[in-house]
């Protein structure tokens, strides 16, 4: 099963779940989870379960390069580019690497064959895995990727689609990719993915193809509000089931509360606000390697995931 833990607000607590939910079934038996870090612009999941990292790819998109001894500036190129990413200036042809998608379509329509493409780097992607003392890379902990995007880079989509290409089973739909290889088949178990905050384009992506969205949020009404912005992506336009984690719980107003009982959206798990889980965050321990007993806890919220696919 696939889960993307999400928040329309940042600083819920959605990597805090996602690291303990994942430490907790690998401990458990559950099979080897498998977490992705797909908060590609800020990737933190590796400072908490410190992981060994044994691959690593640079990840891109294929933008246009123009020969312009074969060019002839009809401009056909940039009429078809949705995206102002080429421009035809009298004998000169601009490419914006930054505004570019990658689709291809000027490759595609230009009359001459003046065009190929080349791979414009953004990021990388690694893989590897962690576990607890003793543990190997075959034998207990879990595995690991994450991907991070190139300082001054506007596109973490393609960064995520990649990522997740590398190293999640089919059937996700396929994705036009310029990284190599293959797709790996990881069997049945659990693949847990932490999404960036908000709604945009890259939680979008984290969430394509995951079988249930499970929200982090506080009891407040800054939380309520993107939570609800959350909602409408996952829920209402993506169809997803949601769960509701409440983090900080006891503070706040019941503001969450309401609106769940309202939408009929369950909420899973409460973890109130505890000085132990705080200082340990601040110091990059697990809440779960903080507060052990939260380990069954977090083994119930599985249970009850798997049951709202
Ligand atoms: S479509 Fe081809 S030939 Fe026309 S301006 Fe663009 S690169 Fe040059
Ligand atoms: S590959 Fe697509 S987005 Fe990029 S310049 Fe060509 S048409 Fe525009």
Redesign the pocket.
């Given at each position: 099963m696939i889960v993307t833990i999400a928040s329309g607000k940042g600083g819920t607590g959605k990597t805090t779940v996602a690291v303990s939910l994942a430490l907790s079934l690998a401990a458990d038996g559950h099979g080897r989870p498998l977490l992705l870090d797909c908060d590609v612009e800020e990737p933190n999941v590796a400072l908490f379960i410190r992981p060994t990292l044994e691959e690593r790819r640079e990840v891109g998109l294929m933008?246009?390069q123009v020969d312009l001894e074969a060019c002839t500036f009809c401009g056909r190129?940039a009429e078809?580019?949705q995206?102002h990413?080429?421009a035809v200036v009298g004998e000169r042809v601009l490419?914006f690497p930054e505004l570019?998608?990658?689709?291809?379509?000027?490759?595609l329509n230009c009359p001459t064959g003046a065009i190929h493409e080349v791979l414009h780097v953004i990021g990388t992607i690694e893989r590897g895995w962690a576990g607890p003392p003793g543990a190997s890379v075959a034998t207990g902990g879990l595995d690991f990727a994450q991907g991070t995007m190139n300082v001054g880079e506007p596109m973490a989509v393609p960064i995520i689609r990649q990522l997740k290409q590398w190293v999640i089973p089919s059937p996700l739909p396929p994705a036009p990719s310029p990284v190599e290889g293959e797709r790996e088949r990881c069997g049945d178990r659990p693949i847990i993915l932490d999404a960036s905050p908000g709604t945009a384009c890259p939680v979008v992506e984290s969430m394509r193809g995951a079988d249930v969205v499970l929200m982090v949020t506080e009891p407040t009404p800054f939380g309520l509000h993107d939570l609800r912005l959350a909602v409408e992506v996952a829920r209402d336009e993506l169809r997803l089931p949601v769960g509701v984690v409440i983090n900080r719980d006891g503070v706040g107003d019941q503001g969450v509360d309401d609106y769940c009982a309202t939408e009929d959206i369950p909420i899973l798990m409460r973890i109130p606000l505890e000085r132990r889980i705080a200082e340990g965050y601040s110091e990059g321990v697990p809440l779960v390697e903080a507060a052990p007993a939260y380990r069954q806890r977090f083994i119930g919220l599985w249970e009850r995931l798997v049951k709202l696919q």
């Amino acid at each position: 099963m696939i889960v993307t833990i999400a928040s329309g607000k940042g600083g819920t607590g959605k990597t805090t779940v996602a690291v303990s939910l994942a430490l907790s079934l690998a401990a458990d038996g559950h099979g080897r989870p498998l977490l992705l870090d797909c908060d590609v612009e800020e990737p933190n999941v590796a400072l908490f379960i410190r992981p060994t990292l044994e691959e690593r790819r640079e990840v891109g998109l294929m933008i246009p390069q123009v020969d312009l001894e074969a060019c002839t500036f009809c401009g056909r190129c940039a009429e078809v580019c949705q995206y102002h990413a080429i421009a035809v200036v009298g004998e000169r042809v601009l490419v914006f690497p930054e505004l570019c998608h990658g689709c291809g379509s000027c490759t595609l329509n230009c009359p001459t064959g003046a065009i190929h493409e080349v791979l414009h780097v953004i990021g990388t992607i690694e893989r590897g895995w962690a576990g607890p003392p003793g543990a190997s890379v075959a034998t207990g902990g879990l595995d690991f990727a994450q991907g991070t995007m190139n300082v001054g880079e506007p596109m973490a989509v393609p960064i995520i689609r990649q990522l997740k290409q590398w190293v999640i089973p089919s059937p996700l739909p396929p994705a036009p990719s310029p990284v190599e290889g293959e797709r790996e088949r990881c069997g049945d178990r659990p693949i847990i993915l932490d999404a960036s905050p908000g709604t945009a384009c890259p939680v979008v992506e984290s969430m394509r193809g995951a079988d249930v969205v499970l929200m982090v949020t506080e009891p407040t009404p800054f939380g309520l509000h993107d939570l609800r912005l959350a909602v409408e992506v996952a829920r209402d336009e993506l169809r997803l089931p949601v769960g509701v984690v409440i983090n900080r719980d006891g503070v706040g107003d019941q503001g969450v509360d309401d609106y769940c009982a309202t939408e009929d959206i369950p909420i899973l798990m409460r973890i109130p606000l505890e000085r132990r889980i705080a200082e340990g965050y601040s110091e990059g321990v697990p809440l779960v390697e903080a507060a052990p007993a939260y380990r069954q806890r977090f083994i119930g919220l599985w249970e009850r995931l798997v049951k709202l696919q």
